[in-house]
Protein backbone atom coordinates (compact mmCIF):
# COMPACT_ATOMS: atom_id res chain seq x y z
CA UNK A 1 0.00 0.00 0.00
CA UNK A 2 1.15 3.65 -0.82
CA UNK A 3 0.42 7.07 0.64
CA UNK A 4 0.01 9.49 -2.50
CA UNK A 5 1.72 12.67 -2.50
CA UNK A 6 -0.31 15.77 -0.88
CA UNK A 7 -2.18 12.13 1.16
CA UNK A 8 -2.68 13.04 4.90
CA UNK A 9 -0.21 10.71 7.26
CA UNK A 10 0.36 9.59 10.37
CA UNK A 11 3.17 12.44 11.67
CA UNK A 12 6.35 11.04 12.02
CA UNK A 13 9.25 13.13 12.69
CA UNK A 14 13.14 12.62 13.68
CA UNK A 15 13.21 13.07 17.31
CA UNK A 16 16.70 15.24 17.99
CA UNK A 17 18.25 17.93 15.71
CA UNK A 18 15.53 20.70 14.55
CA UNK A 19 15.54 20.62 10.97
CA UNK A 20 16.32 24.10 10.69
CA UNK A 21 19.26 26.50 12.73
CA UNK A 22 17.93 28.37 15.06
CA UNK A 23 19.58 31.66 16.33
CA UNK A 24 20.16 31.98 19.99
CA UNK A 25 17.97 34.74 20.83
CA UNK A 26 14.81 32.63 19.24
CA UNK A 27 15.52 29.73 20.89
CA UNK A 28 13.72 28.57 24.46
CA UNK A 29 16.30 26.21 25.06
CA UNK A 30 19.68 25.57 23.86
CA UNK A 31 18.58 23.61 20.37
CA UNK A 32 20.67 23.74 17.54
CA UNK A 33 23.81 26.07 16.37
CA UNK A 34 24.97 25.37 13.16
CA UNK A 35 28.77 25.60 11.77
CA UNK A 36 30.46 25.44 8.73
CA UNK A 37 33.95 24.14 7.69
CA UNK A 38 35.96 25.40 5.23
CA UNK A 39 37.94 22.34 5.34
CA UNK A 40 37.88 18.74 6.35
CA UNK A 41 40.70 19.37 8.90
CA UNK A 42 38.68 21.60 10.89
CA UNK A 43 35.72 19.55 11.22
CA UNK A 44 37.56 16.62 12.65
CA UNK A 45 38.76 18.98 15.08
CA UNK A 46 35.47 20.19 16.22
CA UNK A 47 33.29 17.75 15.41
CA UNK A 48 35.53 15.32 17.61
CA UNK A 49 35.94 17.93 20.40
CA UNK A 50 32.21 18.12 21.02
CA UNK A 51 31.50 14.53 21.78
CA UNK A 52 32.02 15.28 25.67
CA UNK A 53 29.87 11.83 26.49
CA UNK A 54 32.76 9.87 25.54
CA UNK A 55 35.37 10.95 28.22
CA UNK A 56 32.22 11.41 30.62
CA UNK A 57 31.65 7.75 29.40
CA UNK A 58 35.10 6.32 29.96
CA UNK A 59 34.79 4.97 26.38
CA UNK A 60 38.49 5.04 26.07
CA UNK A 61 38.92 2.40 28.94
CA UNK A 62 35.76 0.39 27.78
CA UNK A 63 37.12 -0.03 24.70
CA UNK A 64 39.89 -1.92 25.85
CA UNK A 65 38.29 -4.68 26.99
CA UNK A 66 35.46 -4.20 24.02
CA UNK A 67 34.10 -2.01 21.32
CA UNK A 68 30.77 -3.76 20.65
CA UNK A 69 32.84 -6.79 18.46
CA UNK A 70 30.57 -8.82 17.38
CA UNK A 71 27.24 -7.25 17.91
CA UNK A 72 25.45 -5.75 15.21
CA UNK A 73 22.24 -2.88 15.31
CA UNK A 74 19.45 -1.91 13.41
CA UNK A 75 19.32 1.56 12.31
CA UNK A 76 15.61 2.59 11.38
CA UNK A 77 15.43 5.94 10.25
CA UNK A 78 16.17 7.94 7.03
CA UNK A 79 18.80 5.74 5.79
CA UNK A 80 22.41 5.62 6.03
CA UNK A 81 24.92 6.90 3.82
CA UNK A 82 28.25 4.11 3.94
CA UNK A 83 30.14 6.19 2.46
CA UNK A 84 30.82 8.34 4.94
CA UNK A 85 34.67 8.66 6.40
CA UNK A 86 33.53 7.47 9.77
CA UNK A 87 31.32 4.61 8.18
CA UNK A 88 33.16 2.86 5.68
CA UNK A 89 32.91 -1.04 6.44
CA UNK A 90 30.66 -0.41 9.39
CA UNK A 91 27.62 -0.66 7.22
CA UNK A 92 26.02 -4.17 6.20
CA UNK A 93 23.08 -5.00 3.70
CA UNK A 94 19.79 -3.56 4.82
CA UNK A 95 16.38 -2.51 4.02
CA UNK A 96 14.29 -0.22 2.10
CA UNK A 97 10.96 0.01 3.75
CA UNK A 98 9.88 3.67 2.50
CA UNK A 99 8.34 2.06 -1.34
CA UNK A 100 9.88 5.21 -2.96
CA UNK A 101 13.04 5.18 -5.28
CA UNK A 102 16.52 4.78 -3.70
CA UNK A 103 17.02 2.50 -1.13
CA UNK A 104 19.06 1.83 2.49
CA UNK A 105 21.83 3.51 1.79
CA UNK A 106 20.12 6.88 0.18
CA UNK A 107 19.85 8.92 3.05
CA UNK A 108 17.21 11.48 2.68
CA UNK A 109 18.17 14.10 5.38
CA UNK A 110 21.72 12.81 6.88
CA UNK A 111 19.81 11.69 10.12
CA UNK A 112 20.34 8.17 9.90
CA UNK A 113 23.71 8.47 9.04
CA UNK A 114 24.59 10.61 12.19
CA UNK A 115 22.63 7.71 14.48
CA UNK A 116 24.93 4.75 12.61
CA UNK A 117 28.25 7.68 13.39
CA UNK A 118 27.43 7.75 17.17
CA UNK A 119 27.16 4.13 17.74
CA UNK A 120 29.65 2.70 15.46
CA UNK A 121 31.27 5.38 13.50
CA UNK A 122 35.57 5.06 13.45
CA UNK A 123 35.53 9.22 13.79
CA UNK A 124 38.01 8.26 10.65
CA UNK A 125 38.35 11.56 8.22
CA UNK A 126 36.91 14.27 10.27
CA UNK A 127 33.84 11.89 11.29
CA UNK A 128 31.87 11.32 14.25
CA UNK A 129 33.28 8.69 16.86
CA UNK A 130 30.95 5.92 17.73
CA UNK A 131 30.80 4.82 21.41
CA UNK A 132 30.63 1.18 19.99
CA UNK A 133 33.12 1.28 16.86
CA UNK A 134 33.44 -2.14 16.83
CA UNK A 135 29.70 -2.76 16.15
CA UNK A 136 28.25 -3.22 12.01
CA UNK A 137 24.93 -1.44 11.17
CA UNK A 138 21.98 -2.47 9.37
CA UNK A 139 20.20 -0.05 7.79
CA UNK A 140 16.27 -0.27 7.67
CA UNK A 141 15.09 2.94 5.81
CA UNK A 142 11.29 4.26 6.59
CA UNK A 143 9.78 7.97 5.96
CA UNK A 144 9.17 11.05 7.70
CA UNK A 145 6.15 13.50 7.57
CA UNK A 146 8.52 15.88 4.78
CA UNK A 147 9.70 12.79 2.66
CA UNK A 148 6.04 11.45 2.81
CA UNK A 149 4.60 15.02 1.79
CA UNK A 150 7.14 14.94 -1.23
CA UNK A 151 6.87 11.01 -2.14
CA UNK A 152 4.65 8.17 -2.85
CA UNK A 153 5.66 5.69 -0.13
CA UNK A 154 4.56 2.53 1.67
CA UNK A 155 1.66 3.43 4.37
CA UNK A 156 3.29 0.41 6.10
CA UNK A 157 7.21 1.42 6.31
CA UNK A 158 7.80 1.17 10.16
CA UNK A 159 5.77 -1.78 11.34
CA UNK A 160 7.83 -3.44 7.58
CA UNK A 161 11.08 -2.16 8.99
CA UNK A 162 10.51 -3.71 12.56
CA UNK A 163 9.89 -6.85 11.41
CA UNK A 164 12.50 -7.34 8.78
CA UNK A 165 14.74 -6.10 11.61
CA UNK A 166 13.66 -8.66 13.99
CA UNK A 167 14.23 -11.23 10.92
CA UNK A 168 18.11 -9.76 10.20
CA UNK A 169 21.04 -10.87 12.56
CA UNK A 170 20.62 -7.55 14.81
CA UNK A 171 20.73 -8.10 18.07
CA UNK A 172 19.37 -4.79 18.89
CA UNK A 173 17.25 -2.13 17.15
CA UNK A 174 17.97 1.78 17.26
CA UNK A 175 14.69 3.65 16.50
CA UNK A 176 14.82 7.61 17.10
CA UNK A 177 11.81 8.75 15.37
CA UNK A 178 7.97 8.79 16.76
CA UNK A 179 4.14 9.22 15.90
CA UNK A 180 1.98 10.65 18.17
CA UNK A 181 -0.12 7.87 16.93
CA UNK A 182 0.13 4.12 17.90
CA UNK A 183 -0.60 1.36 15.16
CA UNK A 184 -1.70 -2.04 15.33
CA UNK A 185 0.79 -3.49 12.78
CA UNK A 186 3.18 -1.56 14.49
CA UNK A 187 2.41 -2.74 18.02
CA UNK A 188 2.22 -6.40 16.78
CA UNK A 189 5.88 -5.76 15.07
CA UNK A 190 7.51 -4.47 18.18
CA UNK A 191 6.01 -7.81 19.86
CA UNK A 192 7.22 -9.73 17.19
CA UNK A 193 10.66 -7.98 17.41
CA UNK A 194 10.60 -8.72 21.15
CA UNK A 195 9.83 -12.60 20.67
CA UNK A 196 12.59 -12.98 18.43
CA UNK A 197 15.59 -11.64 21.09
CA UNK A 198 15.82 -8.13 20.03
CA UNK A 199 16.43 -5.38 22.47
CA UNK A 200 14.48 -2.26 21.32
CA UNK A 201 15.25 1.79 22.03
CA UNK A 202 13.42 4.03 20.99
CA UNK A 203 13.32 7.91 21.46
CA UNK A 204 11.28 9.39 23.82
CA UNK A 205 10.60 12.80 21.64
CA UNK A 206 11.39 16.42 22.43
CA UNK A 207 8.35 18.06 22.97
CA UNK A 208 8.31 17.92 26.84
CA UNK A 209 6.68 21.84 26.62
CA UNK A 210 5.13 21.50 23.55
CA UNK A 211 1.86 18.96 24.92
CA UNK A 212 4.30 16.20 25.99
CA UNK A 213 2.22 13.33 24.26
CA UNK A 214 3.41 10.12 24.33
CA UNK A 215 5.82 8.76 21.26
CA UNK A 216 5.66 5.71 19.33
CA UNK A 217 7.32 3.02 19.53
CA UNK A 218 9.07 4.01 22.19
CA UNK A 219 5.43 4.16 24.60
CA UNK A 220 5.16 0.71 23.43
CA UNK A 221 5.76 -2.06 26.81
CA UNK A 222 8.68 -3.90 25.04
CA UNK A 223 10.54 -0.88 23.90
CA UNK A 224 12.85 1.15 25.96
CA UNK A 225 12.17 4.72 26.13
CA UNK A 226 14.78 6.91 25.93
CA UNK A 227 15.55 10.14 27.50
CA UNK A 228 18.26 13.23 26.93
CA UNK A 229 20.54 14.63 30.09
CA UNK A 230 23.12 17.34 29.33
CA UNK A 231 26.72 16.82 30.24
CA UNK A 232 25.76 18.07 33.68
CA UNK A 233 23.76 15.08 34.74
CA UNK A 234 20.59 17.39 33.93
CA UNK A 235 17.56 16.47 32.07
CA UNK A 236 16.84 18.52 28.70
CA UNK A 237 14.00 20.75 29.27
CA UNK A 238 12.46 19.26 25.85
CA UNK A 239 13.08 15.34 26.86
CA UNK A 240 9.81 14.20 27.30
CA UNK A 241 8.31 12.43 30.45
CA UNK A 242 6.08 10.10 31.93
CA UNK A 243 6.01 6.40 31.59
CA UNK A 244 7.27 6.18 28.64
CA UNK A 245 10.90 7.00 29.85
CA UNK A 246 12.80 3.73 30.81
CA UNK A 247 16.20 5.49 30.88
CA UNK A 248 18.15 8.47 30.00
CA UNK A 249 21.33 9.31 27.57
CA UNK A 250 23.56 12.30 26.43
CA UNK A 251 21.74 14.14 24.26
CA UNK A 252 22.74 17.89 24.26
CA UNK A 253 25.52 19.50 22.16
CA UNK A 254 26.48 16.45 20.34
CA UNK A 255 27.39 17.32 16.40
CA UNK A 256 24.98 15.81 13.30
CA UNK A 257 25.30 16.16 9.47
CA UNK A 258 23.35 19.23 8.89
CA UNK A 259 21.88 17.67 5.53
CA UNK A 260 22.46 15.43 3.30
CA UNK A 261 24.65 16.83 1.43
CA UNK A 262 27.17 15.49 3.88
CA UNK A 263 29.10 18.47 3.69
CA UNK A 264 29.58 19.17 7.46
CA UNK A 265 28.13 18.75 10.72
CA UNK A 266 25.69 21.05 12.39
CA UNK A 267 25.58 21.18 16.71
CA UNK A 268 22.11 19.84 17.91
CA UNK A 269 20.26 18.28 20.98
CA UNK A 270 17.93 15.95 20.85
CA UNK A 271 16.34 12.49 22.02
CA UNK A 272 17.78 10.96 18.97
CA UNK A 273 21.26 11.09 19.62
CA UNK A 274 20.55 10.10 23.41
CA UNK A 275 18.65 6.90 21.75
CA UNK A 276 21.92 6.41 19.40
CA UNK A 277 24.23 6.20 22.73
CA UNK A 278 21.91 4.05 24.65
CA UNK A 279 21.76 1.54 21.76
CA UNK A 280 25.84 1.87 21.83
CA UNK A 281 25.90 1.07 25.59
CA UNK A 282 23.91 -1.91 25.06
CA UNK A 283 26.13 -3.23 21.98
CA UNK A 284 29.35 -2.87 24.40
CA UNK A 285 27.24 -5.02 27.46
CA UNK A 286 26.39 -7.35 24.92
CA UNK A 287 29.55 -8.28 23.54
CA UNK A 288 31.14 -8.21 26.44
CA UNK A 289 28.65 -10.95 27.55
CA UNK A 290 27.37 -12.60 24.28
CA UNK A 291 25.36 -15.32 25.73
CA UNK A 292 23.45 -13.19 27.57
CA UNK A 293 19.32 -12.80 26.66
CA UNK A 294 18.05 -9.53 25.78
CA UNK A 295 16.76 -9.29 28.83
CA UNK A 296 19.99 -9.63 30.99
CA UNK A 297 21.93 -7.12 29.19
CA UNK A 298 18.64 -4.57 29.82
CA UNK A 299 18.22 -5.38 33.85
CA UNK A 300 22.65 -4.83 33.85
CA UNK A 301 21.88 -1.46 31.89
CA UNK A 302 18.90 -0.90 34.85
CA UNK A 303 20.46 -2.28 37.43
CA UNK A 304 23.72 -0.12 37.21
CA UNK A 305 22.11 3.65 35.54
CA UNK A 306 23.17 6.28 38.14
CA UNK A 307 20.63 7.46 40.09
CA UNK A 308 19.90 9.24 43.82
CA UNK A 309 16.67 7.56 44.17
CA UNK A 310 15.95 4.32 45.63
CA UNK A 311 16.75 1.52 43.08
CA UNK A 312 13.50 -0.25 41.41
CA UNK A 313 11.90 3.20 41.06
CA UNK A 314 11.16 4.62 38.21
CA UNK A 315 11.53 8.68 37.24
CA UNK A 316 9.35 9.94 35.17
CA UNK A 317 12.16 12.44 33.83
CA UNK A 318 14.99 9.76 33.92
CA UNK A 319 13.47 6.17 34.24
CA UNK A 320 15.74 4.50 36.30
CA UNK A 321 18.86 6.58 35.98
CA UNK A 322 21.59 7.83 33.45
CA UNK A 323 23.35 4.48 31.09
CA UNK A 324 26.37 3.75 32.66
CA UNK A 325 28.01 0.42 31.00
CA UNK A 326 31.06 1.18 32.31
CA UNK A 327 30.26 0.02 35.66
CA UNK A 328 29.58 -3.31 34.02
CA UNK A 329 32.49 -2.88 31.59
CA UNK A 330 35.46 -1.71 34.08
CA UNK A 331 34.06 -2.96 37.22
CA UNK A 332 31.43 -5.93 36.38
CA UNK A 333 28.82 -4.67 38.34
CA UNK A 334 24.81 -5.52 37.65
CA UNK A 335 22.71 -8.31 37.94
CA UNK A 336 21.71 -9.66 34.84
CA UNK A 337 18.80 -11.37 36.29
CA UNK A 338 16.12 -13.87 34.77
CA UNK A 339 17.20 -14.07 31.04
CA UNK A 340 13.40 -15.18 30.41
CA UNK A 341 11.94 -12.29 32.04
CA UNK A 342 11.57 -8.79 30.63
CA UNK A 343 12.74 -5.79 32.79
CA UNK A 344 10.21 -3.44 30.95
CA UNK A 345 6.90 -5.77 31.49
CA UNK A 346 7.72 -8.50 34.44
CA UNK A 347 6.65 -11.01 31.71
CA UNK A 348 8.16 -14.00 29.92
CA UNK A 349 9.47 -13.17 26.59
CA UNK A 350 7.68 -16.23 25.39
CA UNK A 351 4.58 -14.20 26.43
CA UNK A 352 3.62 -16.32 29.52
CA UNK A 353 3.22 -13.77 32.64
CA UNK A 354 5.89 -13.89 35.06
CA UNK A 355 4.95 -15.16 38.34
CA UNK A 356 2.64 -12.72 40.55
CA UNK A 357 5.54 -12.50 43.06
CA UNK A 358 8.00 -11.31 40.19
CA UNK A 359 5.40 -9.11 38.88
CA UNK A 360 5.33 -7.28 42.34
CA UNK A 361 8.53 -7.07 43.04
CA UNK A 362 9.79 -4.26 40.73
CA UNK A 363 7.52 -1.61 39.53
CA UNK A 364 6.58 -2.28 35.65
CA UNK A 365 7.07 -0.13 32.87
CA UNK A 366 4.98 3.12 33.57
CA UNK A 367 4.97 2.99 37.27
CA UNK A 368 6.62 5.96 38.67
CA UNK A 369 7.55 7.70 41.76
CA UNK A 370 6.77 11.17 43.06
CA UNK A 371 10.12 11.11 45.04
CA UNK A 372 12.16 9.59 42.33
CA UNK A 373 10.70 12.58 39.95
CA UNK A 374 11.33 15.20 42.39
CA UNK A 375 15.07 13.73 42.86
CA UNK A 376 15.34 13.97 38.86
CA UNK A 377 14.64 16.98 38.55
CA UNK A 378 16.10 18.42 41.05
CA UNK A 379 19.27 17.08 42.17
CA UNK A 380 19.46 15.01 45.04
CA UNK A 381 16.89 14.66 47.78
CA UNK A 382 18.80 16.76 50.04
CA UNK A 383 19.39 19.51 47.90
CA UNK A 384 15.97 19.57 46.11
CA UNK A 385 14.91 22.81 47.60
CA UNK A 386 17.84 24.83 47.00
CA UNK A 387 18.31 23.72 43.18
CA UNK A 388 15.39 24.87 40.88
CA UNK A 389 17.49 24.43 37.57
CA UNK A 390 16.72 20.64 37.20
CA UNK A 391 20.04 19.64 37.47
CA UNK A 392 20.04 15.47 38.37
CA UNK A 393 23.86 15.97 40.81
CA UNK A 394 25.07 12.18 39.38
CA UNK A 395 28.07 11.33 37.45
CA UNK A 396 27.24 9.57 34.25
CA UNK A 397 30.62 7.66 33.73
CA UNK A 398 33.76 8.55 35.62
CA UNK A 399 34.99 11.24 34.52
CA UNK A 400 33.95 13.49 37.11
CA UNK A 401 34.98 13.34 40.80
CA UNK A 402 31.91 12.75 43.22
CA UNK A 403 31.90 13.95 47.07
CA UNK A 404 29.74 12.43 48.86
CA UNK A 405 28.04 14.83 51.38
CA UNK A 406 25.58 13.75 54.59
CA UNK A 407 21.81 13.14 53.53
CA UNK A 408 23.28 11.10 50.16
CA UNK A 409 23.92 14.62 47.99
CA UNK A 410 26.38 14.36 45.32
CA UNK A 411 28.64 17.57 44.46
CA UNK A 412 29.87 17.13 40.76
CA UNK A 413 33.28 18.42 40.23
CA UNK A 414 33.43 18.59 36.46
CA UNK A 415 36.82 18.24 33.85
CA UNK A 416 36.16 20.97 31.21
CA UNK A 417 37.44 20.31 28.00
CA UNK A 418 38.11 23.12 25.45
CA UNK A 419 36.65 23.50 22.29
Known sequence: MTVEMGQPRKRRTPLGFPGCLLGLMAATVTWSVGFTMAAPAVVAVDARSKQWYLSAMQAEEMWKTTTGEGVKVAVIDSGVNPSTQSLKGQVLKGFDATGAKGDEYDDYDGHGTT???????????????????????IPFRVTDTEFQNSHSVNANDAEDAIRAAADSDARIISISMGSDFPGRGEREA???????????????????????KEQYPAAYPQVVGVASADREGKVAEYSQNGRIVDIAAP?????????????????????????AIASASAALVWSAHPDWTANQVLNVLFDTASRDWEKDTLSKYLGHGLIRPSMNILKGKGDPGDPDISPLTKERTSGSPASSASASAQPGKGETDEKADDTAMAGSTADAEKDDNGRLGLIIGGAAAVVVLGGGAFVLVRRRRAG
Not at 196 to 207: E, I, M, R, S, T
Open 190 to 212: VKYAQGKGKLLFAAVGNDAQEGN
Open 115 to 137: MAELIAGTGKGGGLQGLAPGVKI
Open 251 to 275: GNGIPHWCDETFQSYCDGDGTSAAT
